[in-house]
Structure formats: C-alpha cells, structure tokens
C-alpha cells in the first residue's frame, strides 16, 4: 500500500539500443548491463527509490525481459508494485501513461498519487542528491506543475535536448518555469546556451499528480489514451505480470512523451540537477563516468593499458584479458563472445557494428551467450558435432516444463543445489554431486524444490540438438510446443 | 633410412618468443601456432621436406613441446625421423649440432649427409621455389662450403641481420661466396644496403655435409662440441623421443650458431632466395604476410572491419566475433581468454604486455587454456565454486594414469569414439553417450581403445579441485605422483 505522502515511481525498462554493443544486446539491453559499478543501471534506478520517501516502483517492461527484472529486483531486495507488460515498443508515450492508469486503478480510493516517471537506462551516481531534488519538486507537482528535471550543463553537448528556463535557476535549487523544450542543437548553439545559464539539459524524469498527467493526455493526446485505457482494461494477469492487451496496444501511436503531452502542456516546471547524471549513450559517455587514472584510462575488469591516454578498456569476463598498448583515444569492449575496438569519435557508429552482424546472420549482433528463462538461466559451454554441455541455474521454487525430446539423451549431473528430477514414472531428489541419466523419448522434468539456486550440469547427445526439438506436456509457465526452455 | 642423394632436413622448434601473444604463448609457441593459414609453421615446414628430395626430418625440440610435435605430425601424415630433446633452451648452436651428431650417429655407415637446417618459425609461402633454392645450393655443400640462404630484401628493414656477398647475385640464382655478416642495422644503413643490390637478409637456413658442420665445431667452438656429444652419448630413449642427457647439455653454453661457428667460417657460400620469406617477428609482419583487402585490412577468423585502414583484425576463435570500426595501422587479436590491442608500430611492445601479466601471476601470460598431455589434451569449460568441467581428448591407443584422488569426485560421460575405463576392480567398456561415476578416493583409469580420438566430458565435484590432487599408481609415461594429467 502506497503512503499518502510516497512518491509512486514508474521505472521505465522495455527499451533498447545498439549503441553500447557488445555489452548490450537486444536480448540483454544497457539497463540491465553492468555498466558502472557492479549493478545494473535497472537496478540503481531501483534502489535509488529503496529510500524512505518512495512507494514499491511500478515497473514497465517488455515481455523479453520480464524474468531479468524480476531477477535483477530479487538481488537487490526490492519487491515491486505492478511490473506491466507491454507488448510491443510504441515508445516512452504510450508506456507512461499505461503505468499511471494501472497506477491508479490498483488504489482506486487513494488520493491522486503523484508519480515520479524515471528511465532506468541512465546514471545519477548520487541518490541522496537525487531524492533532495524530488523533495523540491513535490510542493510544485502537488499545485499541479509537471515537474521536469534538468541537468546543469557542463560541456557544450549536441547529443542532448534542453530547457529553456524562464529564468535562471537559484541557489536553492527551486523548480523555475519552463519556457520551452530545444532539439538538439548545433555546436555554435550549444556553446550560446551553456554560456546563457537559462539552459539545462532534459534527462527525460518527470513528476506530477497521476491526474495531471491523465489530463494531460486527454487535452493533447486523446489518440493515445484511448487505446491505452482499453489495453489496460483487457489486460491479463500472468505469474505476477499485467500483460496489457496487445491488439489495443498496437493502436497507440508510437511516440515519445515529450512530442505527445510534455511539448504542449502549460504547466511545466523544471527543477534544476548538478549533482551529476549521464545517459549513457555510447561508449565515450561511458568513458567520461568511470573512473580514470592521471592519463585518463578507465578499466574495468582484468584489463590493463601500458602507454595509453583517454582510453576505455572494458575486459566484462574474468576470465579473459584485455591488454591496450599506445593507445590514445580509443575504446577497446572485450566478450568471450565479442569484442570491439574503435577510436572513442566513432562511438556513436557501434551501431554499425550490429548492423554488420545482423546482416551476417550472426547471433552476437543480438543475443547474450546466457538465456534468460522464466526458471533461470543457461548457456552453452562447448557445442561440439554430436554433443552439448550446459550449465543450467534453477531458481529456488521454479521448473522446467514436462518435456521429452526426439533426437538427444541427456545427462544431468547436480553440481550445486538440490534437483528433483522427474523421468517417466519415476520421481527422485539429487544433491549435489548426483546424476541421472535421460534416455531419448523419455518424459522428464527438473525442478528446484529447494532455497538456494540449483546448477546443473547438461550433456546432451545426438544427432540433432536444437532447442526445437521438445515435445511439451504441462508447463507451468503456460508455454506451447517448440516454445523454447 | 635415406636416399643417397636425399637432403636431411633437421627442423628446429624449440623455440619460444613473447611478440605474438596472445596467439603464442610460452606453453604453445609461435611455430605451432596456426598464424596464417590452418597448418602451423611448423607443419608447414615440415610438409615443405615432405616433398622428394629430402629424408624424414630429424626434429629438435624442448619436453614441453614434444606431445604437440608428434600430434602436429601425425595431422599432416608426416613421420618423422629422430625427434630429439634438448634438456634447455641453450639457442642454436648446441641444438644445430646435437641434431647433426644424432643424424650421423644413426647412420654410422652411410655416406656423409647432406643437411639443411631450418628453422620452424618463419614463413617461405613457395615450397616449390625453396626446393629449387636448395637444389642450387646441394653442388656447392657437396663440395664443402657451408651454404647459407639469403633473403632479397625489399625494404630498408632495421630488425634482420644481413649477408654482404662478394658480388651481386645473378639471374641463375647460383651460389655467391659469402663476404661477412651484418649486424642489424640502422636505418640509414639499412637503405644503403638495401640500394647496393650486394646485401641479402641472414634467414637462419643452412645447407652443409654434416662432417664440414662438426668440423667448425671443432675448429671454432669445440666448447660446444665436447658436452654436446657427451650429453647425446648419454642421451636416453623414451616413448619414440631420444632425450640429450641434462647434465651434459647444461654444460654447453648458450649460443647462436651464427655466433659460434658461422661467423668464422672461411666457406660460407649463399644462395639467393627472392620468392618470399618472413620471420613472422611480430604482429607488423603478420600483417604484412597475410592478404589485405584494398584498404590494407587483413582479417582472420570471424573478424569484420569497418572503415578500417592497414590495420590486422584477427579472431582466433569461431565463437567469438571481433568488430574494428575507423582503425587506422592497428592490430587487434582475440581470444577467449586474452584479446590485445595495439597500434602497428607498437608491436615490438607486445612483450611488455606478457611482463605485466606475468607480474600479475595470470596464467594468461605463459599458456593456453587448453592442455596439452601425452595422451591428448583437456581444456576446462567451466570452473565453479565447488565444481569444474572439461572436455577431454584421449588420442587413439593413449591412456592416463592409474589414479585416484582425496578431495574429488569425478562423472565421465564418452560423447565421441569409445573408452575403455577402470574403476577400482572394474573395467568397462563405454560408447557414445555412455556415463561413469567415479567416486572419491576409488582408483580409475581412462584409455582409448580405438581408432579415432575419444571425447569425453568430464564433471567434478569436490571441495578442491587443483591438477594436484592426484596419486598415481601406473602410468605409461613414467610420470610421478603430483606430476599433472
């Protein structure tokens, strides 16, 4: 239940980008990226609102997703509200205003909440500087402002929308007018606004009444109203989920809040932010947050530069390093999977790189080697001619479905955890360090009955191991045949 | 036995360098490295005698190395004559002579061969064309000069020593009498050499009748000879290797065959060699063997370059793809478990980066993750808290030692050929997709009955999983306990 005095976070998790490849990948986008520190940015924002002050976030996401957000929250501790689904990306627009609504509809005799909408795929490093800027904003958003924050420039930057402030913001920090948004400007335009003072950049937060959001959209956007109430109105439960009704949802245009509501509302406000935040929108933005020695290499993980200069080297496994020699200005991204090396001036062309791949057929433009599940996750250890080995990790209380297989037998060995294994009519317990054997055409299951995470060894052989060859006989994921895991 | 008039080829592969790390490291260097095409140079020297004219090679190489010999070898069909182990790493000259007095030892009836030494870690593309060079140089050897080959320069290049000849070679690429060796040079001087048309680069390749290599010996460096010829006096047979006695060999010193006898030498002829040589010294002259496309990329392995300049991209792994965008004279080399990056004029820094790792104590430094043994090898595929997997190939015939272990247990399943396995009293055949449970402390074995190499997965469980737990009761290689594999 939500306080009357509790700002209702939205956290908004379904997008994705190429531009941080090969650390983000469609199937893994940047916000659940370990980017800086060893939290993902979806988790930051998460915690950033762990503080007194704030209700149980509600959480947007795509389908794709769902089982990383609700990993990413148990890690961290954080039980959510609502996590909605959408079924499609129609950009930020229709998302937010689906998340006010079922806000609203879960407390439909709460006061009028008021909503603080936070994307999850940028970095504000300091939270207590962040909730003090909330704390401002609150008395003008409860009047009926929409409440934007804006960052204090500290570079003439082309790559961000602005502000335009009414008037210079104070030393207090107090929310100003807001005179109009700006585009992304030239450079020459950009220097004129960092020199003017009346021009902060627009990191994309808002906070305002749910009401007036609402009223916002039903004055300017009737077109993505209409079809996001029905969405929400046809919507289904599913494991935990509201999946909004995706032939409603398609409907919506596609379109971002800013062009729907924010452009044409009269009553924003902006409350000034100088307490540092990034977007993070490639990799020389990443390079400017991490940490840099006196000759301006930022390293993370088993990396090392002998002789370079405002370089980034990322080594993302620890199993694999990554060594720079003289380099100057580059940006070097190592994977077991992939890696990249481009000057950091060509940041913004990584997209390219996935472009290439794509185009190539080849599953790095897209795909994580670890497969996220309703259940868990595995990945593949070594794919040979007529064999497979897995590691496969089990969630406490989860199971895989009922399943038998035409072309492979498979071998389980429990390295850690407890498995109950399902093989035909028989039902057995393994622990650690026991095996069972799965004879081909045999009806199995593997279920975690346990507290901890189950890792379990899979050696698959015969002639044909793809993931689509799995008859399906009770899934409690509700899963079709063929459907994958 | 050899032909009359067969040339003796004794190839050199003991060999082990730092400048192409990360693809030759101290466990698996340079020359079986598959650095352009898919045989190594070693195999590619070697498959360049396999041709008429020469005898078996006689090989010299160091114990770690000689598992990868005969598997290297055998990929290729070659058989070898004498593979003769040096105890240390002691440079050319007392390998060079220990190889000559082991080819005649072998032989002590036979007329006095003709041999040629060659070192493995260079590349000459034109097999045909240095058989030709060979055959020009075999009237001149029969008739007592030592001939050396000369490389025809093409660049002002300051990292080779040169030959200066006593006229300019002819068209007919008959032998020239060699004037003096030449340090390697300064640039200036390099440019001089290279206009004068009278100076040719020193390849290490020597073609001589073994009575007139021992005879320098003995005029020039009898403190070579005299524990040379003790340790191979000494030397001991074991599994098809002829190992040089240590104490002996210990004694020569360490010294290039230049050095020691060559730069004396009042008979030294030199043969032209103009169809293409490299020593391969570093990730530059990499570059510069391997094709380029019309931008000067040269890419291997799923590498992709986007405008990308005279730049080396090389992904030594199908699993893992490696994206340059706007590189300019760079090199970049991945592997799964090292990726280095560098630019082209840096290469001769790249041992640096092997310093820094060895400082580091990452294993990545010296070797490879996969293992080589004299029964195959093994690679791990994952190594968890209590738990690791390998993949195990046991070559046909090959056997691991009668062992057991205290701290681990061990599940085995066969995914290719078969295996014959010991546990405890019990000896069982298994085939693909067959399993094994070896429980802690019983003593087991693992051989390869067959024809074709046995895979096999490997899981263990325990609390200590280090190579060392081991007591061995039986092994075909004589190995002791704590001894690895």
Known sequence: MTEPDQVCPIILCGGSGTRLWPLSRKSYPKQFAQILGDRSLFQQAALRFGQGGFAAPTIVTGSDFRFIVTEQLAEV??????ILIEPEPRNTAPAILAAVLALVSRNP????????????????????????????????????????????????????????????????????DLLRFVEKPEADRARAMLASGNFLWNAGIFLAR???????????????????????????AD?????????????????????????????LAVVPFSAGWSDLGDWDAVWREQPTDADGVALSGPAAA???????????????????????NMIAVAMPDAVLVAPKDRAQDVKKAVDLLKAR????????????????????????????????VVN?????????????????????????????????????????????????RMENPGKVPMVLIE?????YLGEDDIVRYDDIYARGQGAKG
Chains 1, 2 share one sequence.
């Not at 009401?211 to 289904?236: G, N």
């Not at 492979?408 to 429990?414: F, K, L, P």
């Open 239 to 267: 494991l935990g989920f509201l999946r909004l009704d995706p032939a409603a949802f398609a409907q919506a245009p596609s379109i971002s809040v800013d062009y729907a509501v924010m452009e044409k509302a009269p009553n």
């Open 361 to 392: 057929g080849q599953r790095q433009a897209e795909t994580l080697p670890r497969d996220y599940r309703p259940w868990g996750w595995y990945e593949t250890l070594v794919l040979g001619p007529r064999f497979q080995v897995k590691r496969i």
């Open 109 to 176: 005799d709460a006061p009028d909440p008021i909503v603080l909408i936070a994307p999850s795929d940028h970095s504000i490093p300091d939270s207590a500087a962040f909730g003090d800027a909330v704390a401002r904003g609150r008395a003008a958003a409860a009047q009926g402002k929409i409440v934007t924050f804006g960052i204090t420039p500290d570079r003439p930057e082309t790559g961000y929308g602005y502000l335009e402030l009414a008037a210079r913001p104070g030393a207090d920090g107090a929310p100003v």
């Open 396 to 444: 406490p209380g989860a199971a895989l479905s009922l399943q038998s297989h035409h072309h492979r037998s498979e071998h389980w060995i429990v390295v850690e955890g407890t498995a109950r294994v399902t093989v035909d009519d028989k039902v057995q317990l393994l622990g650690e360090n026991q095996s069972v054997y799965i004879p081909l055409g045999a009806v199995h």
């Open 459 to 463: 050696v698959q052989t015969g002639s």
């Open 77 to 82: 501790g954080i039980r959510p509200g609502t």
């Open 306 to 328: 002998i002789d370079c200069h405002d370089t980034l080297l990322r080594a993302e496994s620890e199993g694999q390093v990554l060594i720079g020699i003289g380099l100057d």
């Open 210 to 236: 749910a009401s007036d959001l609402v009223a916002a959209f039903r004055q300017d956007a009737p077109d993505v109203l209409a079809p996001v109430e029905r969405s929400l109105a046809a919507a289904r």
